[in-house]
């Protein structure tokens, strides 16, 4: 019954927001949101939903998204190859560097501070639901779309490899990561420092 409930939400809330011009995405998420968390038979529902959109519907609207991406439209205009790169460097600059500089802001060491960094550079999922809605929108038009999607791809590809590089050595204390030391953690420190 509950996934009979929930279900019939979704679709109506969806009807909803779609017939009053917003797109129908945004009802669906008004639902997710506003459903209560915690009780067992709602967890158990979602987990059934999970079972079958994950497997299923996913690759799907990843499908969908690598169809509308036509990396032909860059071609071999060097501006529009420009233009991608300076998405990609304000898009980086903009959370790892953003995300990196608050975590330092307030407290963190280095080597946390630029994995927080890391890790809000990556886009994923939500990148590309929000970049599918604009282009059927038309608020952003085909060649766009695609350097957007290169550059959501390219973010969310390098955050591994990225991030282990940044914790390789995370077991060992940040000497630089403005906390006082104090008792064995500052013995520690000392002692490499003097040697």
Known sequence: MVLVVLFSGLCLSAYATEGIGVHALFGAFLLGAITPRGRRQIEATAARVRAFTVPVLLPLFFVSTGLKTDVSLLGSDATQWLWA????????????GGGS??????????????????????RGLTELVVLNVGLELGVIGPDLFTILVLMALATTAATSPVLSRVRRGAKDPDPDDGRPRTGREGAVLESAGTR
Do not use: F, P
Not at 88 to 96: D, I, P, R, T, Y
């Open 85 to 96: 790169g300076a998405v990609l460097a304000v898009a980086v600059l903009g959370k790892w």
């Open 101 to 122: 500089v608050a975590a330092r802001l307030t407290g963190q060491g280095w080597r946390d501070a630029m994995s927080i960094g890391t890790l809000m550079n990556c």
